[in-house]
């Protein structure tokens, strides 16, 4: 008898947009280990093994570090459910799509909220944060570092003296900078940061690594009333990652073999060499936007390396050139997202996906598409990031 479906078989595609990136080959060897019970002693091994690397990764000595079963809004969740309690204070840095998201996942904690907001595309200054906290005390400072609806980095100098001047506990979201950009916990006076395995770390998405301070776990211990999650609950789910090892819920066991295979690839290549990977190998992709005629939103000096977010030409169809990329050459790239849709296009240079060959590929696919929609480029977006290489 003929199975009703056939054996699932996806094409291959090439993932530059915001993520997922593409994914190691060996991460993917990883994950097609034989699977193990998640109280088997030799994945107890695995998991140690992972925490330690992560610590390594996020420049921490945290011993509440570890990767929660869920994507990055996982690790959003699990922050703000641990750490804030309703009628808390909280106060949130508001630049992207993120930012809006963590506001609302803190008023859903029933916090009061105060946000700090920014045109899309610009980062926060600090100043507007003290402005905003003068005077008045709040359980959290949260910021997004990395923002992946519009490509801006957060500079988080100056941030943990805000958070000291108000009483607060500082919460960083480094969801496309873990693993692509200089991510330093400790050095930085982070009290809580999650990321996600999809982006920098290449790994497929279903992980987010979390850190929590010291600090933080002492307000977690003596919270007033239970995290209103019992699945993301820390002072359950870290009985499972702690010495205890007491059951929580199934771990995904390949999932983790996954991640610490990415793990496993930062820290062998190392964090100084793939931070400057990511560097080189978007300021040839800018060289080439700008030989196109394109112009990125952020200004240089606020501008993400893993994450270029592109205006579009007046007159083109940002849907249809996304399209033609995908259907033409296996190219995905993302579209704006809310008051930046259609306006446009987000471009990823992520992890394993951050390479010379990508930049090439994705260049010229763009100047395919343009002049598709009657767009004459400027000058060789080739010949312009060989010269960024070269220099």
Known sequence: MTAPYPQLDPPTRTLLGPGPSDVAPSILTAMARPTLGHLDPR???????IRAMQREVLGTRNEATMPMSGTGSAGMETCFVNLVEPGDEVLVGVHGVFGTRMAEVAARCGAKVTTVEQEWGRRIPSEAFAEAARGKRFKLLAVVHAETSTGVLHDLEGLREVADACGALLLVDAVTSVAGMPVRVDDWGVDALYS???????????????????????????????????????????????SERAYHHTAPINM???LHEALRLVLDEGLEARVERHRRNATALWAGLEALGLEPLVPLAERLTP??????????????????????????????????????????????????????????ALETALRTQGVRPRDDALAAADAAYAG
Request: glycine share 14%.
């Open 256 to 258: 983790l073999y996954g």
């Open 307 to 364: 994450l270029t977010a592109v205006r579009v030409p007046e007159g083109v169809d940002e849907a249809a050139l996304r399209r033609q990329l995908l259907e033409q050459f296996g190219v995905e790239i993302g579209g704006g997202l809310g008051p930046l849709k259609g306006r446009v296009v987000r471009i990823g240079l992520m992890g394993a996906g951050s390479t010379r060959r990508n930049v090439t590929l994705c260049l010229s």
């Open 43 to 49: 994945f107890l091994e695995v998991m140690d093994q």
């Open 196 to 242: 996600g395995t999809q982006k920098c770390l290449s790994c497929p998405p279903g992980l987010s690594p979390v850190t929590f301070s010291p600090r933080a776990m002492d307000g977690v211990a003596k919270r007033g009333s239970k995290a209103q999650s019992w699945y993301l609950d820390l002072s359950l789910i870290g009985q499972y990652w702690g």
